[in-house]
């Protein structure tokens, strides 16, 4: 395999927000105006050989100069990973890439087989891309079901708590799953539109069929700065800043939520160090805000040591992290699959890319939403940390609150 990049400066494919040029079928990862959109399938690999695939594959960049200062260039790999450790993943190097670096800085990529002359082979390459009209307004009718019984999640979550007040774990995140029927398929087009007007500031995904906008950074890795920004403790929002911020305060201060923020950014911290010559990480939380939730989210950043661990070595080390599993991992893991009533397949998951340097960006897959193949239903899934002051119902309110983002993204009637 060979990978041809070269700047891209005028017509759509320049200037469209990547959004419009995913479309329906696009594969997408954007953060705020930074990411890519991959189309089609040049090969698929495992995450753990990703790097390896990646850099063994030729790169001839025909960009000027100039334009090397952008977005980085040649092969990467898009997918998402489930949320059990060691089940099977698949990525996929798209057979083009577009990348924008965030301040309107793009390039493309073409991964094929040598035989034709590179710029022939991206002339080719962008000639069969298009961008997507506004999507055509529909009016459907809409179901939203639960696929486990709420008394099953309640009981669920006493079971957690129970564990907790034993002294079995710390904490355990305690799922549950809502299934959206339409009878006129959805829009992922639409989706992606309404997901990036209200949740601009999230990882914003689309990877065949599994939709999202995760407002946690599993990790990062740019040559050899590592972050991550581990979220856990939410409350609700209002649309009253003043209500929101009392709210705020109240998370802030609350005994059970600091317990649960501290698991996760401990395992973080001690999770990263050994791969680390050093690392620094915030010392108290601070309040992340999305559209309809709140959480306490937490800042580590750090310097890799060398040689330095890929990215894909660092979300085989981290997933799943306490914010969607719990502590200690072993246990918690096996009091959800004990006692969920589901399988939790990509949610909790997670999301991202990576390249042949091993460079790359991973979100917690969170806020999604999982389309059948007809797109006439998708399912949809949220949870919680449970810990010894945890109370069932006030979890099952933190589910319905988190689930308004994607449910506000799905349903126009």
């Not at 911290?269 to 992340?288: A, E, F, G, K, N």
């Not at 999604?368 to 979890?395: K, Q």
Request: aromatic fraction near 4%.
């Amino acid at each position: 395999m060979r990978a041809v990049t070269a700047a891209l400066h005028d017509g759509d494919l320049a200037t469209a927000p990547l959004v419009d040029l995913a479309g329906d079928i696009g594969r997408m990862f954007v953060h705020g105006r930074r990411g890519m959109v991959g189309f089609g399938v040049a090969a698929q690999v495992a995450l753990d050989t990703s790097v390896d695939l990646l850099r063994s594959i030729e790169h001839i960049d025909l960009r000027a100069s100039d334009d090397r200062t952008g977005p980085g260039a040649g092969a990467v790999a898009l997918g998402a990973i489930d949320f059990l450790p060691g089940a099977p993943n698949t990525l996929v190097i798209p057979r083009v890439v577009i990348r924008d670096n965030g301040d309107g800085h793009r390039c493309v990529t073409v991964v094929d087989d040598g035989a034709l002359d590179p710029r022939t082979t991206v002339t080719t390459a962008c000639a069969g891309l298009v961008r997507y009209g506004d999507p055509t307004p529909t009016s459907a009718t809409f179901t939203v079901e639960p696929a486990v019984d709420v008394a099953h999640y309640l009981a669920a979550v006493e079971t957690a708590r129970d564990a907790v007040r034993a002294g079995v774990l710390e904490k355990a995140v305690i799922a549950r799953p809502v299934v959206v029927s339409s009878d006129q398929p959805m829009s992922v087009h639409a989706v992606l539109r309404r997901l990036e007007n209200t949740f601009g500031n999230t990882y914003r995904f689309s990877i065949d069929g599994f939709v999202g906008a995760s407002p946690e950074l599993l990790v990062e890795v740019d040559d050899l700065t590592v972050r991550s920004r581990p979220l856990a403790g939410t409350t609700r929002t209002t649309g009253d800043p003043d209500r929101d911020a009392l709210l705020a305060d109240e998370l802030m201060n609350s005994e059970k939520n600091r317990i649960e923020h501290h698991a996760a950014i401990e395992m973080v911290r001690d999770t990263l160090l050994p791969h680390c010559s050093y690392l620094d990480w915030t010392p108290r939380p601070s309040i992340v805000k999305v559209a309809n939730v709140q959480h306490l989210g937490s800042q580590a950043e750090g310097m890799l040591s060398e040689p330095p661990s890929t990215v894909a070595d660092l979300v085989t080390a981290l997933q799943p992290t306490p914010a969607v599993g719990g502590h200690p991992r072993a246990a918690a893991i096996d009091l959800i699959i004990a006692n969920e009533g589901f399988e939790r397949g990509r949610y909790g998951g997670a999301v991202g890319w990576v390249d042949g340097n091993g460079d790359g960006v991973w979100a917690v897959s969170l806020r999604c939403a999982e389309f059948s193949d007809d797109r006439r239903s998708a399912r949809l899934v949220a949870g919680g940390g449970i810990v010894a002051e945890s109370d069932p119902l006030a979890e099952l309110a933190e589910t319905q609150a988190k689930f308004q983002a994607m449910l506000g993204a799905l349903i126009r009637p």
